[in-house]
């Protein structure tokens, strides 16, 4: 992976851009959660309604903590436990810090502090967490080979990061405060 394209993407969604991206588990499709106009672009891609929400992608705790103050220590402790790593949390916004453009048609926001290397290496270029979202058709499988997103993002999206997927067969887990079981698994 060079650090040039790298800082492409990171330049590009700096300018309200699209890109693609692997991740831990399936090809991933990212923006500036900031900003309205990137969001709605990448719905509009990916066919995703926005009332379904989207997972913002972090580099390290630091970049969420914020979403984190309003937590109990226990709970805080709980997820921390998990991240960096391939879990996702749907974390309570009582503050709005999160645009509802991001959450859909939810108080919550799911949220992941990533290990992927080349997943952190995008958020530190960025200086923020970024959207994530699998790189597919809102009705069709995630793409888990460079080869289908070239195929079916590249006129669509400003930027595709080369590299390689994580270890994960499936894409993360996502987890809930007030259960043990997986939202997603």
Wanted: net charge positive.
């Amino acid at each position: 992976m060079g650090w040039w394209h790298i800082r492409q993407a990171a330049r590009a969604m700096h300018l309200g851009g699209v890109i693609a991206y692997p991740t831990e588990a399936v090809w991933g499709l990212g923006c500036d959660p900031f900003n309205e106009t990137a969001v709605h672009r990448l719905l509009k891609i990916k066919r995703r309604p926005l009332h379904k929400g989207l997972i913002l992608v972090a580099s390290s705790i630091q970049q969420v903590q914020p979403l984190l103050d309003n937590i109990a220590p226990e709970e805080q402790e709980r997820i921390k436990a998990t991240w960096p790593g391939p879990v996702t949390w749907i974390l309570p916004d009582p503050d709005n810090l999160i645009p509802t453009w991001v959450k859909g048609n939810h108080s919550s926001v799911a949220v992941r502090v990533s290990d992927h290397y080349q997943v952190k290496s995008l958020c530190d270029a960025f200086g923020s967490m970024i959207i994530s979202t699998s790189a597919n058709f809102s009705d069709k499988h995630p793409a888990r080979d460079k080869m289908k997103v070239s195929i079916h993002f590249k006129e669509k999206v400003d930027v595709i990061v080369p590299g390689e997927l994580g270890k994960l067969s499936r894409p993360t887990k996502i987890y809930r405060l007030d259960s043990d079981q997986p939202v997603r698994s």
